[in-house]
C-alpha cells in the first residue's frame, strides 16, 4: 500500500468509526473525534411524563412540612442522542404537574434545524409565557445534555470550567426537636464538610447547640423568611456567628428590602436572597441588598440563565451559591456542572429522595465530583 492508498484507507475506516485522521506535529497518524455535522434534515422531538419525588424523611422548614415532591421528567430526542431534563416543583412557588405539562405541550422544537442554537431555541421558549420557570429550565437543561452529547464533551468543559474546583456541598438538616437534629447531624457529619441548617422559628438556638454537642464542622443557615425584627434578626446573626456559621440565607421576608439591607450593612457574615430573587431581571433591584444570591435552576429557568447570573454577581462583586430543590439527580448534576464558578454549593437535593431515576455527580468526602462523561453524564438507573 503507497502513501496515498493509506492516507484514503485510514479516512475510510475513520469514518466509518466516527473518528478522524490527521498528523500530529512529529509527521505521525493520530485518530481524532469526528466533528458533529448538523443535518438539516433533523429535528428535536420532545417527550414529558409526571414523576412524583419520594423523600426519605419528612422534609420541615419555616412554613411547611411536606414528604413528597411533584416533578415532571423531559426527554428531547435527536439524531439518535436524548438529553434529559426535569421541572421539580416545590409547594412553594406554585407550579402544578398540570401546569408544567400545560406549558411543555404548547412547546414545539420541530421548527429549529439546529439544537446548537440554545440561545433562539430558549428565547423562543421563555416568549410562551411569563412564568413556568420550572418547564422552561426542564427544556433547558434536556437540551444542554443533548449538545454536550452530540459534541461529546461534559458541560463543565465546553464552559471552561476546572472540576477540581468543584465545591464542598452542605447537607441540610430540617427544622426539629434539638434530639432529632442531634442524630441527624450525627448520621452525616462525617460524610460532609459543610452542614445546612433551616431555622426560623422559635427553637434555632437548642438545635445550634444540639449540633454544636456533636460537631465543629462549619454550618450554614436558611430562615427561609422566617425572622421577623430586623433588630433580632441581626443579635441572633451574630450569636450564630460566634456558633462557626458561614452565612445566613433569606433572613427576612423579602419584601422587606431595607430591613434585609440594614441587615447586610452589618452583619458579620454574608446574607444570601434565595426567595428575594428568581431570575437575572430581578438581580438589579437588590444590589447592595444582599452579599449574595442563590441560584436555582428551577427558579431562574435553567442553565443558561444562570450562568448569566453568575457573571451579573461577580461584576457586581458578589457571592454565588447554587441551591436545588429536591429532585433527582438529573437536575441536580445539571447545577453541579456549573459548581467550580460557586462560592457555596447546596447540591443536596438528590440525595434526599428515595427513588432517583439516575446516577451523576457525586460527593466524595464531602466534595462534588463531577462525572466526566458527555453533557450532564448522567446514567439512567434500573426502572
Ligand atoms: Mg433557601
Keep these: 500500500m503507497d502513501r496515498r492508498d493509506f492516507i484514503k484507507t485510514s479516512a475510510i475506516v475513520g469514518a466509518g468509526t466516527g473518528l478522524l485522521s490527521c498528523t500530529d506535529g512529529l509527521g505521525r497518524f493520530v485518530s481524532t473525534p469526528k466533528p458533529y455535522r448538523i443535518d438539516g434534515s433533523k429535528r428535536m422531538s420532545l417527550s414529558f411524563f409526571p414523576y412524583e419525588i419520594q423523600l426519605a424523611h419528612t422534609f420541615t422548614v419555616s412554613s411547611y412540612s411536606r414528604k413528597t415532591t411533584p416533578d415532571v421528567q423531559v426527554e428531547i430526542a435527536y439524531d439518535g442522542f436524548v438529553g434529559y431534563g426535569e421541572a421539580s416543583m416545590p409547594p412553594y412557588l406554585g407550579h402544578t404537574v398540570e401546569s408544567v405539562c400545560a406549558f411543555l405541550s404548547k412547546v414545539s422544537l420541530e421548527q429549529f434545524a439546529d ?44 464552559w471552561g470550567y476546572n472540576p477540581a474546583k468543584a465545591p464542598a456541598t452542605s447537607f441540610t438538616i430540617g427544622i426539629d426537636t434539638a434530639d432529632v437534629v442531634r442524630e441527624k447531624t450525627l448520621e452525616c457529619a462525617g460524610k460532609y464538610r459543610v452542614l445546612k441548617l433551616k431555622v426560623g422559628l422559635d427553637n434555632d438556638e437548642e438545635m445550634v447547640n444540639a449540633i454544636r454537642d456533636v460537631t465543629d464542622l462549619p454550618l450554614v443557615v436558611d430562615a427561609n423568611q422566617g425572622w421577623k425584627d430586623k433588630q433580632k434578626a441581626l443579635d441572633e446573626i451574630f450569636w450564630l456567628s460566634s456558633k462557626g456559621v458561614r452565612m445566613v440565607e433569606q433572613p427576612m421576608p423579602y419584601s422587606q428590602i431595607d430591613d434585609i439591607a440594614w441587615i447586610t450593612e452589618r452583619s458579620p457574615i454574608p446574607v444570601f436572597a434565595d426567595e428575594g430573587i428568581q431570575r437575572l431581571c430581578d438581580l438589579p433591584s437588590i444590589k447592595g441588598v444582599y452579599s449574595g444570591i442563590n441560584i436555582k435552576l428551577m427558579k431562574c429557568t435553567g442553565l443558561a440563565e444562570a450562568r448569566k447570573m453568575i457573571d451579573w454577581a461577580r461584576a457586581e462583586n458578589m457571592k454565588v451559591m447554587l441551591g436545588c430543590m429536591t429532585e433527582t439527580s438529573c437536575a441536580t448534576t445539571a447545577a453541579a456542572h456549573l459548581s467550580p464558578a460557586a462560592d457555596f454549593a447546596d447540591l443536596d437535593g438528590n440525595l434526599l429522595i428515595l427513588n432517583d431515576r439516575f446516577s451523576g455527580m457525586t460527593v466524595v468526602d464531602g466534595m462534588i465530583r463531577l462525572p466526566d462523561r458527555p453533557g450532564l453524564g448522567l446514567k439512567k438507573c434500573q426502572e
Design 115 to 158: 439544537p446548537f442554537c440554545v440561545e433562539d431555541i430558549l428565547s423562543y421558549v421563555d416568549s410562551l409565557s411569563d412564568g413556568d420557570a420550572p418547564a422552561k429550565a426542564a427544556i433547558d437543561i434536556a437540551l444542554h445534555d443533548l449538545i454536550g452529547k452530540l459534541l461529546g464533551q461534559p458541560l463543565f468543559r465546553l
